[in-house]
């Protein structure tokens, strides 16, 4: 199975501060045949269920801020707040769709400083 | 707009079974693979089980293989979690999900827990 490992587990960061989510897959997530990175970056609420934010490691989906953007290639990502706001605070996921099973980094959990 | 709600949760005693159901609305249910998503309290997502569109293929976690089923029927836009031989580490909220490429739409999710 691809492990997905995030960091930092959790951070504290000021309302409008730069927020960064590091996500390090054990395998390559980059497909060969179309050139596209097989991860998304999820937002969870408490009390609700996972929100799609980044499909394609850097497309966001429908309706998502362009304060929140990803990166990376290959088996290292990135998910960046650029202006870190009261609704963003959320535990935030990254997951593989590259290969089954399909499996999701532990979490981040962001909070206001 | 793009529905999923699951039902059937509860407390069952280890051994026991459970069946859930996740009804979606909203868009053509047929044409989606469905999958089910669990999370224990205060854990982290763990992918569980996925269905193509037809119903005639599936795949299991390992730790769920052999005790839970998966299945659909598209005529009443419902998709199934059976699930068998229940243990303590099945407590958690399931959750059903559409996929696309990935993830695209959740439900709000049904707690399960299993306990003497």
């Known amino acids: 199975d691809i492990v997905m490992t995030q960091s930092p587990d959790s951070l504290a960061v000021s309302l409008g501060e730069r927020v960064t989510i590091n996500c390090k897959s054990s395998?390559?997530?980059?497909?060969?045949?179309?050139?596209?990175?097989?991860l998304a970056w999820y937002q969870q609420k408490p009390g609700q269920p996972p929100k799609l934010l980044i499909f394609w490691a850097s497309t966001r989906d429908s309706g998502v801020p362009d304060r929140l953007s990803g990166s990376g290639s290959g088996t290292d990502f990135t998910l960046t707040v650029s202006s870190l706001q009261a609704e963003d605070v959320a535990v935030y996921y990254c997951?593989?769709?590259?290969?089954?099973?399909?499996?999701f980094g532990q979490g981040t959990k962001v909070e206001i400083k | 707009e793009v529905q999923l709600v699951e039902s059937g949760g509860g407390l069952v005693q280890p051994g026991g079974s459970l069946r859930l159901s996740c009804a979606a609305s909203?868009?053509?249910?047929?044409?989606?693979?469905m999958h089910w998503v669990r999370q224990a309290p205060g854990k982290g997502l763990v992918w569980v089980s996925q269905i193509n569109t037809a119903g005639s293929t599936t795949t299991y976690a390992d730790s769920v293989k052999g005790r839970f089923t998966i299945s659909r029927d598209n005529a009443r836009n419902t998709l199934y979690l059976q699930m068998n031989s229940l243990r303590a580490e099945d407590t958690a909220v399931y959750y059903c999900?559409?996929?696309?490429?990935?993830?695209?739409?959740w439900g709000q999710g049904t707690l399960v827990t299993v306990s003497s």
């Open positions: 999900a559409r996929s696309t490429t990935t993830f695209d739409y």
């Open positions: 997951q593989q769709y590259h290969t089954s099973p399909w499996t």
């Open positions: 395998q390559s997530l980059l497909s060969t045949s179309n050139n596209k990175n097989y």
């Open positions: 909203g868009f053509t249910f047929s044409t989606y693979w």
